[in-house]
């Protein structure tokens, strides 16, 4: 069966990279460019990992995630945290999911890949 996954960045050239890094890959990929928009494609298609940008021009990738593991529906989804931030300003997520990946930009294709295949393992 092929992943579904949510990739969650408000940078359209970001976003392009990334689908670039991944279009060799199998997997089944949904895009949204906030937080609103992420969670109306989880309501709508659900997700097997969310790839997730912390700086949000909308709702913020953080509030996002806390939202998302804090709701029955989402919280067992697996995420990779994608973001320039170090991983200690992203600690708080990674207490609440000790599974949550975090990827530091900038990364490459095997990075990002790896950090999938990582957070798929744990569904």
């Known amino acids: 069966m092929t ?3 949510l990739l969650v960045e408000d940078d359209e050239d970001l976003q392009e990279i990334y689908l ?5 890959s199998a997997y089944q ?3 949204a460019y906030d937080g609103g928009e992420a969670l109306e494609r989880l309501e709508e298609a659900g997700a097997d990992l969310i790839v997730l940008d912390i ?3 909308e709702m913020m990738g953080d509030d996002f995630y806390m939202r998302i593991k804090h709701d029955a529906r ?3 989804i697996p995420v990779v945290v994608v973001s320039a931030l170090s991983a200690e300003r992203c600690q708080l997520m990674l207490e609440v999911d000790p599974a949550t990946v975090f990827l530091r930009k900038p990364f490459g294709r ?3 890949v790896q950090a999938i295949e990582r957070g798929l393992k744990v569904r």
């Open 74 to 76: 989402f919280a067992r």
């Open 29 to 31: 990929i949904a895009q």
């Open 20 to 24: 670039s890094m991944l279009a060799s």
């Open 3 to 5: 992943a579904r996954i």
């Open 110 to 112: 095997r990075d990002l």
């Open 55 to 57: 700086i949000l021009d």
